[in-house]
C-alpha cells in the first residue's frame, strides 16, 4: 500500500471517531452560542432590571440621593394584644396569641409622605395573615390599614405609593398577626421606614413575587406569580421581557456574525429556557408555599377539626341546617341576597345545599308563576326592603307579596315556604 492510500484510509477511519478534529467544530459552536446566549441573558438582566424599579409607579427616585430612613427594633413596641410575650435582645416576641390575634404597637411622630417604602423584619406562623395599622395627627379617629403580602418569612419590602391613605403625620404604627399560629413564636426583630430608591422597588417587587396570595379560578389557566393589587409588577411580564431582549440579542449577534446554525439554535435555546426555569422555580415556590399553608391549617387534625378549619365551615353548617327542613332533597329553593352579581357567601351556599335545586336569582322577590306552593325563599343576610308578618303569614319585598310561614330563623338567613300568592305591595 503506498503511502497516499495509507493516508486517506487513516482519514477515512478516524473521521467518525470522537475526539477527532471533525468534531471540533460543533463542539465550538455550540461553546460559542451558551457564550452568546448567556452574555445576551446577562445584558438583557441589567436593562429589564433597570426598568423594573420603574414599572407602574407614577415618578422615580432620584438617583444619588440618599433617601431618609427611620428604624425600630422590636424593643420599641409593645405587645397590645398578645397571651404571653417576651424581650429577647432586640427581638420583640410574641408567643401566644389572644383571640387569634397578635398585635404589636408603636407611639411615634412620623412624616408619612418621606416614607413610601417599609422594611420588616419578622417570623412567624406560615398560616397567619400580617397588616399594617397606622393613626394620623390629622385623622386621631380613623384606623388606617394595608396587608402585608410576603410578611412573616425574615425580611420583606413593602410599598405604599397611595398617597390618599399614606399620608400626615403617624402617632401611632402597629403590626398585626390574625390567625391560627399553631404554637409558633411571632417574632419581631424590626420595623423600618424608607425613602424612595431603586433597591427599595426592587425589594418589594421581589418580596411580591414570593408572597403567594389565594388561589383564582382563573390560576389554572394563567400564573400571575402575586398578590391581586394595583400597580403590581407581574413576573410573567417582566420575564417575558427579559426573555424577549435576550433572544433579540442573540438573534442580532447571529446576525451580525454570520454564525452557523448550531450557534444560532444553542443561544436561542438558552435565552428562551433560562428566564423559563426562572419562572417555573417561582411558581414551585409558590406552590411549596400553598401545600405549608394547607398543612397548617389541615395537618394532623380529625375530620371535625379540617372541617372547623374550613373557610366557608359556616356556611356549610347552615347550608345542612337548611337541608335538613326541607321537604324532599331536590326541592325548589329561590336564594336571595343583597349583592348585585356573584357574591361568595350566595354563591358557596348554593354548592352546599345540593342536591336542592337552587334558584340564584337575586335580592327580590319573583312574579307570580314563578315561585309556585311548595317552594321555598331562603333569605340570606339583611334583606332591608323585605318584611314579614308572622301573625299573618306575609311576605313582601315591597313589590309583591306571597303567602309565607318562616320556619327557620338563624343570624345567618331565613327560611320561608311559600305557599301562594297575595297580591302586590300596597303603596303608602
Same mark, same amino acid.
Not at 350 to 378: K, M, T
Given at each position: 500500500?503506498? !503511502?497516499?492510500?495509507?493516508?486517506?484510509?487513516?482519514?477515512?477511519?478516524?473521521?467518525?471517531?470522537?475526539?477527532?478534529?471533525?468534531?471540533?467544530?460543533?463542539?465550538?459552536?455550540?461553546? /460559542?452560542?451558551?457564550? /452568546?446566549?448567556?452574555?445576551?441573558?446577562? /445584558?438583557?438582566?441589567?436593562?429589564?432590571?433597570?426598568?423594573?424599579?420603574?414599572?407602574?409607579?407614577?415618578?422615580?427616585?432620584?438617583?444619588?440621593?440618599?433617601?431618609?430612613?427611620? @428604624?425600630?427594633?422590636?424593643?420599641?413596641?409593645?405587645?397590645?394584644?398578645?397571651?404571653?410575650?417576651?424581650?429577647?435582645?432586640?427581638?420583640? +416576641?410574641?408567643?401566644?396569641?389572644?383571640?387569634?390575634?397578635?398585635?404589636?404597637?408603636?407611639?411615634?411622630?412620623?412624616?408619612?409622605?418621606?416614607?413610601?417604602?417599609?422594611?420588616?423584619?419578622?417570623?412567624?406562623?406560615?398560616?397567619?395573615?400580617?397588616?399594617?395599622?397606622?393613626?394620623?395627627?390629622?385623622?386621631?379617629?380613623?384606623?388606617?390599614?394595608?396587608?402585608?403580602?410576603?410578611?412573616?418569612?425574615?425580611?420583606?419590602?413593602?410599598?405604599?405609593?397611595?398617597?390618599?391613605?399614606?399620608?400626615?403625620?403617624?402617632?401611632? /404604627?402597629?403590626?398585626?398577626?390574625?390567625?391560627?399560629?399553631?404554637?409558633?413564636? +411571632?417574632?419581631?426583630?424590626?420595623?423600618?421606614?424608607?425613602?424612595?430608591?431603586?433597591?427599595?422597588?426592587?425589594?418589594?417587587?421581589? @418580596?411580591?413575587?414570593?408572597?403567594?396570595?389565594?388561589?383564582?379560578?382563573?390560576?389554572?389557566? !394563567?400564573?400571575?406569580?402575586?398578590?391581586?393589587?394595583?400597580?403590581?409588577?407581574?413576573?410573567?411580564?417582566?420575564?417575558?421581557?427579559?426573555?424577549?431582549?435576550?433572544?433579540?440579542?442573540?438573534?442580532?449577534?447571529?446576525?451580525? !456574525?454570520?454564525?452557523?446554525?448550531?450557534?444560532?439554535? @444553542?443561544?436561542? =435555546?438558552?435565552?428562551?429556557?433560562?428566564?423559563?426555569?426562572?419562572?417555573?422555580? =417561582?411558581?414551585?415556590?409558590?406552590?411549596?408555599?400553598?401545600?405549608?399553608? @394547607?398543612?397548617?391549617?389541615?395537618?394532623?387534625?380529625?375530620?371535625?377539626?379540617?372541617?372547623?378549619?374550613?373557610?366557608?365551615?359556616?356556611?356549610?353548617?347552615?347550608?345542612?341546617?337548611?337541608?335538613?327542613?326541607?321537604?324532599?332533597?331536590?326541592?325548589?329553593?329561590?336564594?336571595?341576597?343583597?349583592?348585585?352579581?356573584?357574591?361568595?357567601?350566595?354563591?358557596?351556599?348554593?354548592?352546599?345545599?345540593?342536591?336542592?335545586?337552587?334558584?340564584?336569582?337575586?335580592?327580590?322577590?319573583?312574579?307570580?308563576?314563578?315561585?309556585?306552593?311548595?317552594?321555598?325563599?331562603?333569605?340570606?343576610?339583611?334583606?332591608?326592603?323585605?318584611?314579614?308578618?308572622?301573625?299573618?303569614?306575609?311576605?313582601?319585598?315591597?313589590?309583591?307579596?306571597?303567602?309565607?310561614?318562616?320556619?327557620?330563623?338563624?343570624?345567618?338567613?331565613?327560611?320561608?315556604?311559600?305557599?301562594?300568592?297575595?297580591?302586590?305591595?300596597?303603596?303608602?
Amino acid at each position: 500500500m503506498s !503511502r497516499e492510500q495509507s493516508a486517506q484510509s487513516g482519514i477515512a477511519d478516524g473521521a467518525g471517531l470522537p475526539g477527532t478534529a471533525h468534531d471540533a467544530p460543533a463542539g465550538r459552536a455550540v461553546g /460559542v452560542g451558551a457564550l /452568546v446566549g448567556l452574555g445576551a441573558l446577562i /445584558v438583557a438582566a441589567v436593562f429589564a432590571g433597570l426598568l423594573l424599579p420603574y414599572w407602574g409607579t407614577p415618578a422615580a427616585p432620584v438617583t444619588g440621593d440618599t433617601p431618609p430612613a427611620e @428604624t425600630f427594633d422590636g424593643r420599641a413596641f409593645s405587645p397590645t394584644r398578645a397571651g404571653s410575650s417576651q424581650i429577647e435582645g432586640t427581638a420583640q +416576641i410574641i408567643h401566644t396569641l389572644l383571640g387569634n390575634e397578635a398585635v404589636f404597637s408603636l407611639t411615634t411622630r412620623l412624616p408619612l409622605q418621606q416614607f413610601p417604602f417599609v422594611r420588616l423584619e419578622l417570623t412567624g406562623g406560615a398560616s397567619l395573615r400580617y397588616f399594617l395599622f397606622w393613626r394620623t395627627a390629622e385623622q386621631p379617629e380613623q384606623q388606617f390599614f394595608a396587608p402585608l403580602p410576603g410578611a412573616g418569612q425574615g425580611v420583606s419590602w413593602h410599598a405604599f405609593p397611595d398617597p390618599a391613605l399614606w399620608s400626615g403625620t403617624a402617632t401611632t /404604627v402597629a403590626i398585626g398577626a390574625f390567625g391560627d399560629a399553631a404554637g409558633a413564636p +411571632i417574632i419581631l426583630r424590626s420595623l423600618g421606614f424608607h425613602g424612595d430608591s431603586r433597591w427599595a422597588r426592587i425589594a418589594s417587587v421581589w @418580596t411580591l413575587w414570593h408572597a403567594g396570595g389565594s388561589w383564582p379560578a382563573s390560576g389554572i389557566n !394563567r400564573y400571575m406569580g402575586t398578590p391581586l393589587q394595583a400597580g403590581a409588577v407581574f413576573p410573567v411580564a417582566w420575564i417575558g421581557l427579559w426573555a424577549f431582549l435576550a433572544t433579540g440579542m442573540a438573534v442580532l449577534w447571529v446576525l451580525w !456574525r454570520r454564525a452557523g446554525r448550531r450557534t444560532a439554535i @444553542t443561544a436561542a =435555546l438558552l435565552t428562551i429556557f433560562l428566564p423559563w426555569l426562572l419562572l417555573d422555580r =417561582l411558581w414551585q415556590a409558590q406552590l411549596e408555599r400553598q401545600v405549608a399553608l @394547607t398543612y397548617a391549617a389541615f395537618g394532623d387534625k380529625t375530620q371535625a377539626e379540617k372541617h372547623a378549619a374550613e373557610a366557608d365551615a359556616d356556611l356549610q353548617d347552615y347550608a345542612a341546617r337548611i337541608r335538613g327542613m326541607l321537604a324532599t332533597p331536590d326541592a325548589r329553593v329561590v336564594l336571595l341576597h343583597a349583592s348585585e352579581g356573584h357574591n361568595h357567601d350566595r354563591l358557596r351556599l348554593q354548592f352546599h345545599l345540593l342536591p336542592a335545586n337552587v334558584y340564584n336569582y337575586g335580592s327580590r322577590l319573583l312574579a307570580p308563576g314563578e315561585i309556585r306552593r311548595g317552594d321555598y325563599v331562603l333569605a340570606l343576610g339583611a334583606l332591608p326592603e323585605f318584611q314579614y308578618s308572622p301573625r299573618e303569614r306575609l311576605l313582601s319585598d315591597g313589590r309583591h307579596v306571597y303567602r309565607a310561614r318562616r320556619i327557620d330563623a338563624h343570624p345567618l338567613g331565613n327560611l320561608y315556604l311559600i305557599s301562594g300568592y297575595a297580591g302586590t305591595a300596597s303603596t303608602p
